[in-house]
């Protein structure tokens, strides 16, 4: 069975990483973080997995062309309606374009399956994209409507909310003893039904791909 390579660009903890396990055995995951302590716990969390402390964006305009499945996660926190809604608390700030950057890069150069995972943001999206739950997806195939189980988020930075986190996510966030705030890491964390859901669609869709060349091959 071919082994597919994977691309997790901007993986922090792993929210999408947990269980894809258990979709399929063949997978060689090449996970990309900035922050080395999150790349640290993420290597704990997934040892087999190919951990690079290096900036995602340069990553993958250097490597897309080594991979079959592609997910990117871009920081949210300049796209999003809660950073909005509390302008009057902080300067405003542009959008981080990034996010728009790689959603066009990956749309005309990379051919194989790509998934761009963000908030839903507090603008009319510039390029249209799937939601689901309270984030959006842009990728080259269709999601099913249900990717996701319902958590509700109550704007609380205690830590009662964070406990609710841990048991949603299935994983103590209170690891993390680096520079960014625990409570943000998981409330950015991906539903691993989620990431699961969306990579079974997608290695789905690389099969029947496969198979149909394959039959043309044998064709021949």
Not at 90 to 115: C, D, T
Not at 120 to 135: D, N, T, V
Not at 177 to 189: C, D, H, I, S, W
Request: proline share 5%; hydrophobic share 35%.
């Amino acid at each position: 069975m071919k082994t597919i390579k994977i691309l997790n660009l901007y993986a922090c903890l792993g929210g999408n990483r947990y269980k894809w396990d258990e979709v399929a055995d063949n997978l060689e995951i090449t996970a990309v973080e900035l922050d080395p302590e999150a790349a640290r716990l993420y290597k704990e969390r997934f040892p087999k997995d190919d951990v690079i402390v290096a900036d995602a964006h340069q990553y993958l305009l250097d490597h897309y062309k080594e991979f079959d499945f592609i997910w990117s996660s871009p920081p949210c926190p300049s796209h999003s309606r809660s950073r909005y809604w509390a302008h009057g608390q902080s300067l405003p700030e542009y959008p981080n374009m990034m996010l728009y950057q790689e959603i066009i890069f990956l749309q005309h150069h990379f051919k194989g399956k790509y998934v761009v995972e963000n908030v839903i943001p507090y603008y009319q999206p510039l390029i249209a994209a799937q939601k689901r739950g309270r984030h959006l997806y842009w990728c080259n195939f269709t999601l099913p409507q249900n990717i996701c189980r319902e958590f509700s988020l109550q704007g609380s930075n205690s830590n009662k909310e964070l406990k609710r986190l841990i048991d949603f996510h299935n994983y103590d966030f209170t690891k993390y003893k680096g520079e960014q705030p625990v409570t943000k890491m998981a409330r950015n964390l991906v539903d691993y039904e989620a990431g699961k859901t969306i990579l079974e669609t997608a290695l789905g869709i690389i099969r029947k791909k496969d198979e149909k060349q394959t039959s043309i091959f044998d064709f021949l």
